[in-house]
């Protein structure tokens, strides 16, 4: 692939705003109860109408930052908005804690039992509210925020199913989230709470989880940053990794933090070296760092955000230091990801494939899988290309 950078930007933009927000605008939005819909087969039908909290304000987070980011279309702003009312009616217990998940009317269906539904209502209120002025909804992002401030040595909480004492592990996902949540909401926040919650996530995401040695990134480590030799002290998350890392890189490069930049992308190289699949292509999803069998029985398959995430630090990290690797690695990624995920006849991205790289679940979205990756993800790359284009002119 030839380095047109103004071409692959055109490709990003063309295709996150003529194919994939069409997809979510037409099938998803729940006009008549409120909400989104994420449940949608290949053609964008309707299978189940069960609401999850973290798809709903990741939706909401969606159109509202590209209210911020790009233009303020009516449009998007009217989508934003349904969900924004929708979640803060029904969207919380009376404690102020996030749910997981609620029925289509809005009734709590699965208990608030981690911190990641606040940490995505932190993120989407904080947006909306940018994007829309509203006050309210300032106090909302805050309220969510703080909640997951105060939540974050302890996740689960109540609802945390192991015994206490016998072998306390931290998992990566609390500070990596956290990092980029903080960043987000940046003009929120005091410079003082600012400053010192990415100094503590950065520190902990790259002196705790990563293993210096072996250069990767581990999900569960104990509290003084130690491995554990069993399933979950083993576990590499190839893509939880790459994502940390280009979170990592975009907040040293407010600081002009070269070494960190370059320490981040160091951590990527090395966990695609370890992750990528020699006989069929593609990034594994979860990984034993010894080569012991994983314990996820899905451990093989390929997964859309795995492979999004990847490009995303690719595209920046190749921008931040001009590292060949990661020009290399980009191609890769990028050849394997448009000729397995994108389905040019309906639009959108398929979510998972089996090893081989069939299509395994013939969906647009489910559970898990709403509009926010692969949008997100078509963003910032068009957005790291264009600057790319810029600079070689």
Not at 14 to 26: G, Y
Not at 76 to 98: C, M, P, T, V, Y
Not at 321 to 333: A, N
Not at 381 to 393: D, G, H, K, T
Request: aromatic share 14%.
């Amino acid at each position: 692939m030839a380095q047109d950078f103004s071409a692959l930007a055109a490709l990003y933009q063309h295709t996150l705003l003529n194919d994939v927000l069409p997809f979510w605008e037409k099938h998803s939005v729940d006009w008549e109860q409120g909400g989104y819909f994420t449940c949608l087969n290949r053609q964008g039908e309707v299978y189940d109408t069960d609401k999850f909290i973290w798809l709903q304000n990741r939706q909401v987070w969606t159109f509202s930052m590209l209210c911020n980011q790009l233009e303020q279309r009516e449009n998007w702003l009217k989508i934003a908005s349904n969900g924004a009312k929708f979640l803060a009616k029904h969207g919380r217990d009376n404690e102020g804690n996030w749910y997981f998940a609620l029925t289509r009317a809005g009734k709590p269906l699965v208990q608030p039992y981690n911190i990641f539904s606040d940490c995505f209502a932190a993120m989407a209120f904080s947006q909306y509210a940018l994007a829309s002025g509203e006050e309210w909804a300032q106090e909302v992002a805050m309220q969510a925020y703080n909640n997951v401030l105060r939540r974050q040595e302890h996740p689960k909480g109540k609802y945390s199913k192991t015994y206490p004492g016998t072998r306390p592990m931290k998992a990566l996902a609390v500070p990596m989230i956290l990092a980029n949540l903080t960043l987000e909401m940046e003009w929120l926040l005091s410079e003082e709470t600012l400053e010192s919650v990415l100094t503590a996530t950065v520190q902990e995401v790259m002196t705790d989880f990563l293993d210096k040695e072996r250069g990767l990134m581990y999900e569960n480590v104990t509290p003084d940053g130690s491995h554990i030799d069993c399933f979950d002290g083993r576990l590499i998350n190839p893509g939880h990794g790459i994502e940390a890392m280009w979170f990592i890189m975009d907040i040293a490069n407010r600081k002009n933090d070269r070494k960190t930049i370059n320490q981040a992308v160091d951590v990527v190289l090395n966990i695609l070296n370890f992750a990528w699949d020699n006989e069929y292509g593609g990034l594994y999803y979860f990984m034993d760092a010894d080569g012991h069998p994983p314990q996820q029985l899905e451990w093989d398959q390929k997964l859309w955000w795995v492979h999004l995430e990847t490009l995303v630090a690719l595209a920046m990290g190749y921008r931040l230091t001009g590292r060949v690797e990661c020009w290399e690695w980009y191609e890769k990624i990028h050849d394997y990801s448009w000729s397995h995920f994108a389905d040019l006849e309906y639009g959108e991205w398929f979510g998972y494939l089996n090893r081989r790289g069939d299509v395994l679940l013939n969906l647009k979205g489910g559970k898990w899988k709403g509009c926010f990756h692969v949008p997100r993800a078509m963003y910032l790359c068009w957005r790291q290309f264009e600057a790319l284009s810029l600079q070689s002119v």
